[in-house]
Antibody
Framework: EVQLLESGGGLVEPGGSLRLSCAAS????????MSWVRQAPGKGLEWVSS????????YYTDSVKGRFTISRDNPKNTLYLRMNSLRAEDTAVYFC?????????????WGQGTLVTVSS | EIVLTQSPGTLSLSPGERATLSCRAS???????LAWYQQKPGQAPRLLIY???DRATGIPDRFIGSGSGTDFTLTISRLEPEDFAVYYC??????????FGQGTKLEIK
């Protein structure tokens, strides 16, 4: 059974930093691209970042480029999101998601999410 | 950037009725790259349809995806009580960058 378990969320002041983790199990982790998707309170889903199975290729939405860094540790089956220079508009539940590995990017498994609140 | 617009914003129906949800793209979307998700309050999204019309593992056959080009539809043939939720369409291209529609809330009438 595929399981994704996020951790690392919390309350941080504007300009601060946070690192999210996503522990994966139940599949061959290094064979799948992984992503972070966020959801601001009461709002819709927003794709944040993706990383290839090898970790070589990374992609970001424009609003987080230069501030967030996605990475993965394949031997540890763990996905990360390092978030710097956090802003109030980064407040959201952050989900990690596994790629279906069909055409394009489609997410067949999601974690339960971790809440990041950026506030003074 | 491709923008997805879902309609209606809210759909009020009764169990047993048929639901038709629309997703319109600002540019042509390759059907293989179009997905639908269901999200219930306090839960993570769940993949329903990928490739515009293929049901994900374990998804009942009352969920039907269709469409091509810029217009896509999710049909729920006979609503069950557990189907009342928010539904999102999502598109991607050859790169992992993707976008979601703003969602359609399906509520009990």
């Amino acid at each position: 059974e595929v399981q994704l378990l996020e951790s690392g969320g919390g309350l941080v002041e504007p300009g601060g930093s946070l690192r999210l983790s996503c522990a994966a199990s139940g599949f061959t982790f290094n064979s799948y691209a992984m992503s972070w998707v966020r959801q601001a309170p009461g709002k819709g889903l927003e794709w944040v970042s993706s990383i290839s199975g090898s970790g070589v290729d990374t992609y970001y939405t424009d609003s987080v480029k230069g501030r967030f860094t996605i990475s993965r540790d394949n031997p540890k089956n763990t996905l990360y999101l390092r978030m710097n220079s956090l802003r109030a508009e980064d407040t959201a539940v952050y989900f990690c998601a596994k790629d279906l590995a069909a055409a394009g990017t489609q997410f067949d498994h999601w974690g339960q999410g971790t809440l990041v609140t950026v506030s003074s | 950037e491709i923008v997805l617009t879902q309609s209606p914003g809210t759909l009020s129906l009764s169990p047993g009725e048929r639901a038709t949800l629309s997703c319109r793209a600002s540019q042509r979307v390759i059907s293989a790259y179009l997905a639908w998700y269901q999200q219930k309050p306090g839960q993570a999204p769940r993949l329903l349809i990928y490739g515009a019309s293929d049901r994900a593992t374990g998804i009942p056959d009352r969920f039907i995806g269709s469409g091509s080009g810029t217009d896509f539809t999710l049909t729920i043939s006979r609503l069950e009580p557990e189907d009342f939720a928010v539904y999102y369409c999502q598109q991607s291209g050859s790169s992992p960058m993707c976008s979601f529609g703003q969602g359609t809330k399906l509520e009990i009438k």
